[in-house]
């Protein structure tokens, strides 16, 4: 059998397609490992102690149920400076809108939870730091009548991070 390739032209072809696999991957995933992605969910009677939901790229989220087993949602910053923007969508259809383009460790926690009566409710949050980091949040609450009737409020969603 005559060979085609000799031992030269098969290094050479080996080093070829190893190159191409290095240059052919994206730089990006070369420097992070990419986005993180998780779940949350938070169950509490009524006083309930605040409960860390989530703590990550400089983004802190708590939560806790008020004395009617109303949940009461928090977000604090510790960067130097940051961004944050949201909504939540009551029962009701209504709009609240929260914002804060000076949310870092030096400015005060701010609301993320309804201030209305009707507590079962939807929500959406994006978080930016001066150094680029990226937080989504997507989250729902609901009170004491929630989870048929188990006499709690919860608060549950999902995030994504850069």
Not at 2 to 24: E, F, H, N, P
Not at 26 to 41: D, K, N, Q, Y
């Amino acid at each position: 059998m005559k060979r085609i390739i000799g031992t030269r032209g098969s290094v050479a072809l080996v080093l070829s397609v190893g190159a191409l696999v290095v240059l052919g991957a994206p730089a990006s995933s070369l420097a992070s490992p990419g986005p993180v992605t998780r779940t949350f969910s938070f169950i509490a009677g009524k006083n309930s102690r605040t409960s860390t939901l989530l703590n990550i790229d400089q983004l802190l989220l708590n939560a806790r149920c008020d004395s009617r087993g109303f949940p009461v949602i928090f977000a604090f910053s510790s960067a130097s400076a940051g961004d944050i923007f949201g909504h939540v969508f009551d029962g009701l259809g209504r709009l609240h809108t929260f914002h804060n383009t000076s949310f870092s460790k030096g400015s005060r926690g701010i609301l993320v939870s309804s201030s209305s009566s009707d507590f079962d409710a939807t929500g959406a949050l994006a978080f930016e730091s001066s150094i680029g980091k990226v937080v989504t949040v997507n989250y729902a609450f609901d009170n004491s009548t929630t989870l048929n009737r188990r006499n709690a409020c919860t608060v549950f969603g999902s995030y994504v991070a850069s």
